[in-house]
Structures are given as C-alpha cells and as structure tokens.
C-alpha cells in the first residue's frame, strides 16, 4: 500500500491501515462519526484546533471508491468529489429590478450566512442562479449575503484553495514543503452571484473590494489563522473575468483542465484563468517562507 495525499496531508500506509480497521471496526457509528474518530487518532486538525471531519469524510469516500476500505452500506454517500446539494426550488417571479451604478450603493452590507434558514435561503439562490448550482464545498469556507438597505444583491463562497495549480504556484515561486505548509493562507472564491434582477455597474468590483477588507477578519475569527492571497478561477469560454480586473486581481496564466482537487489526472473540466488578489505586502515572501 503506498502514500495517499489529500487536501494538503500525506498519510503513509499505516495511517491508511488505521482508517480501514476504524472503518471495520466501528460500522455502527456510520460516516460521519468514522471521520471524527479518524481525525482524532490522527491528530489531523484545523489551526484553529478543530478536527477537519470534513475533509476526513471526503477522504474515506475517496478510499472507498478506490477499494481501499469500505464505509457502511446504510450511510454510504457514494463517489469522491463534491456533491451537489439537492433543494426544492420554486418557481416563482423575479423580484423588482434593482439598477443604477455602484455610487449609489456604498453603504452595502457583507453578512455570512447564519442559520439554517439562512443557509437553505442561499443555498436556493446560488442553485437556482449560478450556472456551476450549489455543490458541497472542500474544507474550511466562509458564505455571504451582500445586501443593501436590507435587499439582498449577491451571494458569495469561500472555501480552502486548489491543492495545486501550475501558474499560481509559479507566481508564488514556493516549493511543495512550502505549498504543503502554507497553502491553507490562500482562500478561493468558489462561487460569485449576482442575482439576476440585479443591473448596477460596478457592483461586482466593489463587492470584491469590501470582501478583500472584510474577510481576513471573518475567517480569522472563524479558523484561527489570516489569509494571505485570494484566488478564483474564471470560465473564459463563458465570462471576460472583467469585474476581477477591475478589482485589481490579477491574471497569472490558466488550469490545466482538471478539477480543482484532482491530482491523478482523472476528470476533464473546462480550462478557466486563474486570478490571484494579495492581501498583504510581499505575499510570495510570506508564503514561501517556512516556519517549521
């Protein structure tokens, strides 16, 4: 049995043999529960101490459709990858056009998504308006409303960074000990709505400039360690990445045409440019360094 990595760990074949007798052994406490025993034997933890269950179901499922153990038949969610979440979606009309220019909406508001009728609420939204729908997201993320005077506008996601990507991991100039380390310091926007009755030029910049603000904070508060480097990956075929640019992110070459967290050359995806935003001074400095 050889090495597996997965979201930024190595495990060696005897923590995998560790995963197969706790997947064995303790059938009855199904998936999820697996996971958070697995994390806690191995130690495999966020910075902010939390055990990263999430990444550790993944994982499993991930071995499992490799035949390297098997999961409970009764709670068994099926192949790796992220999974698109299931929601009733109405149909019902539009809301009232919202218009004008990004002047006239300054006192917008970024609020993450708290509650479950909340998140069902947005989960909705991005289902039923972005054209990629709503998956489950990789590892740690961050979700947000943007509202002005009450009426929501956009919706946004942010979530753990690519494992690898040629062109960022060139403009970084990091080796892998270094990516392996630090990588969790990059945030990836996976999702950016604005809802389609929604006509004001310029929003779309000025929510990524009151995102570069706000964020660090929030995802410090809620994982314990601050972002260095923002990162999203544009669909040219479909989008100009035009809001992105006006922003000030910054275009540093193309995906190769794979997944996002496919490492083994097995899923085709569509070739999207990659845009980088640093958040403080000298982020290649800070991200190529070692600590340990």
């Known amino acids: 049995m ?3 990595a997965f979201s930024g760990h190595t495990f060696t074949p005897r923590e995998i ?20 025993t697995v994390c806690e034997l191995l130690d495999w933890k966020r910075p902010s101490g939390g055990l990263k269950n999430h990444e550790c179901r993944l994982l499993l499922e991930q071995l499992q459709s490799a035949g390297m153990l098997t999961l409970p038949a009764v709670r068994r969610l099926g192949g790796r990858g992220p999974r698109k979440v299931k929601l009733p979606v109405a149909a019902a009309a539009l809301p009232e056009a919202i218009t004008g220019s990004a002047e006239q ?13 909340d998140s069902r609420l947005w989960r909705q939204c991005v289902e039923q308006h ?15 409303w943007v509202r002005h005077e009450g009426r929501a506008l956009a919706c946004l996601l942010w979530t753990s960074p690519a494992w690898r990507m040629k062109a960022r991991d ?5 080796t892998d000990q270094q990516r392996q380390q630090n990588l969790q310091r990059v945030i990836n926007n996976g999702r950016f709505l604005i809802l389609p ?35 999203t990956l544009v669909d040219a075929a479909r989008f100009a990445g035009t809001c992105y640019r006006a922003a000030n992110w910054i275009l540093v070459g193309q995906t190769a045409g794979r997944g996002r967290m496919d490492r083994h050359k097995l899923k085709q995806a569509p070739i999207k440019d ?17 600590t340990r």
Do not use: N
Not at 17 to 36: F, K, N, Q, S, W
Not at 130 to 144: D, N, S, T
Not at 209 to 226: I, N, S
């Open 170 to 174: 060139i403009w970084i100039g990091w």
């Open 17 to 36: 043999e560790l995963m197969r007798a706790v997947a064995r052994d303790y059938a009855g406490l199904g998936v999820t529960e697996i996971a958070r």
């Open 105 to 117: 909406f300054h006192s917008l508001e970024l609020q993450l998504v708290k509650g479950e009728d």
């Open 197 to 231: 009755w929604v006509r004001v030029r310029g929003l779309a910049s000025m929510i990524l400039a009151r995102c570069a603000r706000q964020l660090p904070a929030d995802w410090e508060a809620q994982y314990g360690y601050r972002p260095l480097l923002l990162e």
């Open 130 to 144: 972005h054209y990629l729908g709503c998956p489950v997201p990789y590892g740690a993320q961050l979700r947000y």
């Open 2 to 4: 050889s090495e597996v």
């Open 274 to 290: 990659i845009y980088l935003y640093p958040l403080v001074r000298q982020p290649r400095q800070r991200l190529s360094a070692l």
